[in-house]
């Protein structure tokens, strides 16, 4: 274990386990700073996009490596109905309240706890929201774990509890790009997610409501897919994302393997497991020179993000798994990436 501390007190944490893995994750949102992973030759480089000064995370318009919530994704209106009641939450993105808005857990000091086991390392990162934080409703408390085996195995945990019934779904941000320290873009990663079904979205990328079929259209990625065909298709919901992904799958039943990413050059596999009903895969369409990476200047489709969660969709349309979390029940998930080479 290592620790960085950084002049406005910030504090990093560095954790390896025995087989070439390492991350760091800054008390600041939780941010993964970096993953370790080894390629083909066993060559440990890290997979996840950062920046190159620590600066540069506060009001990061990308949320790179950030804890999302309390509501991840786009929140249409910035308003939602519970119990009856209406909740304004803030506005940050037009008149849409994105990611939590200004007061979301990316923008919180957590507080941080490292741990040891046999095959085992990990960090456990805890924060209170406050009754209408942002807006939303309840006195929450959250803790979040990072945790790396000795499988090179890299889980998320999340844990909330809430004083009342309110509206939770929690993420991660990371951008990954398995080349390792994003030596080549995303383009010609190849991507293969268990599902068949999508959320349109509309202008503004807020569902629609709309599910629809992947069937004969760029969202079939249910066999192992290249990603620069897709990215570069002319399919209005592709173009509407500023050319790429940034759509919710909603995972099929009984596959216990819902995502796999491979980049050849490299030998690095990734296979996401979770026990979340739907991911938002973004595929970095909004990255631009203006953020400056640890490798340089970022570009689009620099790296790509796995948003395992449910919907928010579901607080203003039908046929989407519940956000809701209901007073002194337990939100417990959990999301686990393996990685592997070929
Ligand atoms: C994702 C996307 C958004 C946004 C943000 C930084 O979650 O859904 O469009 O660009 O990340």
Known sequence: MTERTYSQGWKEITLQNERGMSFSVLNYGGILTSLYAPDRNGKSENVVLAHDSYEDYIGDPNYLGALIGRVAGRVDGSSFQLNGKEYNVHANEGKNSLHGGMEGLHNKIWEMTTYQEENCTGVVLTCESSHLEGGYPGNVSIQVTYELDNDNQFSIYYHAKSDQDTALTLTNHSYFNLSGNAARTILDHHVQI?????????????????????????????????????????????????????????????????????????????????????????????????????????????????????????????????????????????????????
Do not use: W
Request: with cysteine.
């Open 194 to 342: 268990a599902s068949d079904k999508y959320v349109e979205l509309d202008t503004d990328l807020i569902p629609t409501g709309n599910i629809e079929s992947v069937d004969g259209t760029p969202f079939d990625l249910q066999t192992k897919t290249p990603l620069r065909s897709r990215l570069l298709s002319d399919d209005p919901q592709i173009q509407l994302a500023n050319e790429g992904f940034d759509h919710t799958f909603l995972f099929k039943e009984g596959q216990k393997e819902k995502i796999v990413l491979q980049e050849e050059e490299s030998g690095r596999v990734m296979t996401v497991e979770t026990d979340q009903p739907a991911v938002v895969f973004y595929t970095g369409n909004n990255l631009s020179k203006e953020q400056l990476l640890t490798k340089g200047p970022a570009k689009k489709y620099d790296g790509l993000c796995l948003e395992t969660q449910s919907s928010p969709a579901s607080l203003h349309h039908e046929g989407f798994p519940s956000i809701m979390l209901k007073a002194g029940e337990t939100y417990q998930t959990n999301t686990k990436f393996s990685f592997d080479r070929k």
